[in-house]
Structures are given as C-alpha cells and as structure tokens.
C-alpha cells in the first residue's frame, strides 16, 4: 500500500469537507476509514482501494456538492496527478460513485467489487447506532426538518429524486425510510455483524422517542 499516496488522498478529503455542517465532515470520514480498515482486514481486500475510497465517498455527493460532475473530474484529476495508476482511479470512482443509499433505489446501479462493498458498508454503519441517531437530528436539523409529525406517514418505495425531496421527510420518519433497512442491506458478513447492536439501540431509541411524545413517560 503507498501510503504516501493515502496521505495526499487523506489531506484532499480532508480540505473538501472540513467545513461540512451537515454530519458528513472529517470526523464521520475518520471514522468510515476506520470501520473499513477492520472489514477490509476481515474481508481481505486491497487496502489501499479501500481505504482510498473510504476518504474520498462524500466529496463528490450529490447533496453536499453543488455541482457533482465538476466534483467528479476534480477528483480524477488529483487521483492522476497524485500518481494513481488509471485502473486504480477507474476502481475508486466506480465506488464513490455508486455506493449511496440513494444510489441503490435505482434499478440500474452497477455491483459494487468488494472493495466498494465494504465502504458502502463502513458508510452506512456510521449512519446506525448512537452517532447515526446524533448524525440524522443534526442534518435534518441543517435542512429544517420538522423532529415528527403522526399525520406524515413514512414513505416506501421511493426514487432517488423523492428520497431527496425533504420537504417530504420529518427526521422520525427517516428511521423507517431508510435506517432501519441498513442492517438487512449490508454486503459483509463482517459488517452485519457489526450492525446488530447499532440496529437494537436505534430500536430502543425510537420507543423512548415515541413514549415520550406521547406524553406517557
């Protein structure tokens, strides 16, 4: 692994996002890398793909970049001029590029290599569990979402342009649009292992939740 190169890859993503206020900054990025590194070794990827990946899957999203095509060629830029062979950057832009939630609600996504498979499960476990609950209050919060409302149901089957629609979605709501599916749509046996105790303490938390606004606890 040229760990030269995952430092340069780790300073870029690190500019990109360091002002993010949306949950989708540097920290959540550490700790993908992080998650990633302990599926990839599970798993035996290539690490450097991997990890690559891992720091670069937010810079180019479409719901945090103006503009996702400039944001794309950016990074193949950097990727070539960083000194990247031209079948390691194809690997990594594939992977960034399709591994979203929202990416998997359109019928033509490609598969994911294992290597992708593992990001897109490191991503979506950051999105579960305690940091998920914190994570999903403070981006609703960012777009001013509503906390809940009992006469908005949760929506189901839905495109990727309805999935970003928020003026349709309470951050309640998101917990049955899309956290509580992550568990059953992880790649990894690693990963849903992982999952398991994020996905219970979600659970609990959204029985408090509704306890309380019930004005029964």
Known sequence: MNQVQL????????????????????DHIQRVVAIARQIATQEQANLFITLAAAYLHDVIDDKLVADPQAA????????STAGLTPTEVEQIMVIITNMSFA?????????LSLEGQ??????????IGAIGIIRAVYFGGAHGE??????????????????RNLDHET?????????????????????????????????????????????QK
């Open 118 to 127: 593992i990001v897109q499960d490191a991503d979506w476990l950051d999105a």
């Open 146 to 163: 509503k906390i809940h409302d009992p006469a908005m149901p949760p929506r189901h089957n839905m495109s990727k342009e309805e999935y």
């Open 72 to 79: 794309q060629a950016h990074v193949r830029t950097f990727l």
């Open 7 to 26: 430092n340069a890859i780790q300073k870029y993503a690190h500019a990109q996002l360091q002002a993010d206020k949306t949950g989708h900054g540097f």
């Open 171 to 215: 951050i309640i709501n998101h917990f049955d649009e899309k956290l509580f599916k992550i568990s059953a749509m992880l790649n990894t046996p690693t990963g849903r292992k992982m999952a398991a105790h994020r996905h219970r303490f979600m659970q609990e938390f959204l029985a408090e939740f509704h306890a309380e606004w019930a004005g």
């Open 103 to 111: 990416s998997t609600l359109n019928k033509d996504t490609p598969s």
